[in-house]
C-alpha cells in the first residue's frame, strides 16, 4: 500500500510569486486535506476536498487555492506569496463513507519558504 | 468551541523514564473523535491512535498507552520506559466535522 506522498520537498520563493504544490493520496483514499504549519505550532486547516470538489475550508484568504483530480491527488496553490507563508504544508488523505469520519494520514510535507 | 491545549510545551528525561503528555480537550459536540500523532524532526505527522468518545476504556500498545476520562476532559499519553527514538513533537487533535484541530504540541526529549 502506497502511503501519502508530497512534492516537492522544500521550495523557496521570493513575495508576490505564485507556488504550486502536490499531494497523491494514499492508496484507497477520496479524499485530501491541507494543513499549513507554521514553526513551533500545530498544523491549521487550509481546507478539504472531496469528489474533487472543496468540502471545507479553514480561516485563510481566497490566494489559497485548490483541486483535487479524479485519481484523488491534489494541488495546493498560493497566489501573491507573503513572508508569513513560510511554512510546512501537510497533506493528509482519508476515507469520506458517510460513517464515522476516518483516520487522516499525512504526507512528509514541503517546506516553503518566502524571502 | 472547539479547541485542544498542550500545556507542557517541552519535556526532557532520561532513557528508560517513563513520561506522560497531557492533552485537554473542548467540544459542543456529544460524539466526537480524539487523536495523538507524532511528529519527528523528518516532519510527516505519524499517526497513533483514535479514540470514540463513547470508548472511555484506556488502551495499551507496546510502551504506549492512553488515558481517556471525559469527566475531566482530558486524553493523556503515556510512554513507559521512553527511548531515544521516542524524541519528537507529540499532537493530541480533535476531530470537527471536516478537520482536525491541533493543539500546540509537546515536544519530548529523550536523552541516553
Known amino acids: 500500500e502506497t502511503g501519502v506522498t508530497q512534492s516537492p520537498t522544500h521550495l523557496i520563493k521570493t513575495r508576490g510569486q505564485q507556488v504550486t504544490l502536490r499531494c497523491s493520496s494514499q492508496?484507497?483514499?477520496?479524499?485530501v486535506s491541507w494543513y499549513q504549519q507554521a514553526l513551533g505550532q500545530g498544523p491549521q486547516f487550509i481546507f478539504q476536498y472531496y469528489r474533487e470538489e472543496e468540502n471545507g475550508r479553514g480561516n485563510f484568504p481566497p490566494r489559497f487555492s485548490g483541486l483535487q483530480f479524479p485519481n484523488y491527488s491534489s494541488e495546493l496553490n498560493v497566489n501573491a506569496l507573503e513572508l508569513d507563508d513560510s511554512a510546512l504544508y501537510l497533506c493528509?488523505?482519508?476515507?469520506?463513507?458517510?460513517?464515522?469520519?476516518?483516520?487522516?494520514?499525512f504526507g512528509p510535507g514541503t517546506r516553503l519558504t518566502v524571502l | 468551541a472547539q479547541k485542544v491545549t498542550q500545556a507542557q510545551t517541552e519535556i526532557s528525561v532520561v532513557e528508560k523514564e517513563d513520561v506522560t503528555l497531557d492533552c485537554v480537550y473542548e467540544?459542543?459536540?456529544?460524539?466526537?473523535?480524539l487523536f495523538w500523532y507524532k511528529q519527528p524532526p523528518s516532519g510527516e505527522l505519524v499517526f497513533l491512535i483514535r479514540r470514540n468518545s463513547f470508548d472511555e476504556q484506556n488502551e495499551i500498545s507496546g510502551r504506549y498507552s492512553w488515558n481517556f476520562q471525559k469527566s475531566t476532559s482530558s486524553f493523556n499519553f503515556t510512554i513507559t520506559a521512553s527511548q531515544v527514538v521516542d524524541s519528537a513533537v507529540y499532537f493530541c487533535a480533535l476531530k470537527d466535522t471536516d478537520k482536525l484541530i491541533f493543539g500546540t504540541g509537546t515536544r519530548l526529549q529523550v536523552f541516553p
Open positions: 493528509a488523505s482519508s476515507t469520506l463513507a458517510g460513517g464515522p469520519p476516518d483516520t487522516q494520514y
Open positions: 492508496s484507497g483514499h477520496n479524499t
Open positions: 467540544t459542543r459536540d456529544t460524539t466526537y473523535y
